[in-house]
């Protein structure tokens, strides 16, 4: 089996673009969550596992999900507390 040496937030943001917009309608909720858990293991910013710890939470989850559509479709990844 290959070893692919690309974080999982990178593979996740070299999908196409198309695959993770219906990801991020279908499963925004779940995916802004764990995309920012996964990315605070990467980058130790206590402000990604923060946001994303609380974008697991029903109600905050929402304005995750929202704010991760918006900024998935202008800048074609998820920026907000994701560094």
Known sequence: MAHNSQSLTARYD???FVV???LQIFLG???SGVYRIIKFTETRQITTLIVGIL???P???V???V??????AVSGRITL???
């Open 81 to 83: 507390f994701a560094d």
């Open 14 to 16: 070299s999908l196409p």
């Open 29 to 31: 909720w779940l995916a």
């Open 67 to 72: 704010a991760d559509l918006v900024t998935l």
């Open 55 to 57: 974008a697991l939470i």
């Open 59 to 61: 109600g905050p989850d």
């Open 63 to 65: 304005v995750a999900w």
């Open 20 to 22: 993770r917009l219906l």
